[in-house]
């Protein structure tokens, strides 16, 4: 198994760091201390969570820091939804779909890596590419 910078997963959530910094850059002044910040921490906090769960030794530690990420990517949804009735984004921005397919793929991933921990509930073919 490689790093956490071989995961998909890793790879689109700081492809979404990327996308909310350039989204960020355009508002307000005002919003610097405020909605631009949390809105950028929410973002980094859910790469840095994936890398940190993946250096851990047990993989009830590695879902804990899944689910953290999780949580930052609601809390970004949930700013993406202010900022947008305060129209300093775009209420057609492709940014919800992004969010929505990186939510996907990490709550795949979090049964995955539960799975890993209780070979029960793995099914047959993942067995089979678990154990060659």
């Known amino acids: 198994m490689g790093t956490h910078k071989d995961l998909d997963i890793w790879k689109l959530s ?52 899944l689910y953290i990420a999780l949580g930052s990517l609601a809390e970004l949804e949930t700013q993406v939804i202010i900022v947008q009735r305060l129209r300093y984004l775009p209420a057609d921005t492709a940014i919800f779909e992004f969010i929505e397919h990186i939510r996907k793929k990490l709550i795949a991933f979090i049964k995955y890596v539960r799975a890993l921990s209780s070979p029960k509930l793995l099914n047959r073919s993942t067995r089979k590419r678990l154990n060659p």
């Open 14 to 65: 700081v492809e979404l760091v990327v996308r909310i910094y350039d989204v960020t850059r355009s508002f307000p002044n005002e919003e610097l201390y405020g909605l631009t910040s949390q809105m950028r921490r929410a973002a980094v906090s859910v790469p840095s969570n994936i890398a940190e769960g993946a250096a851990r030794r047990h993989n009830g530690e590695y879902v804990q820091f």
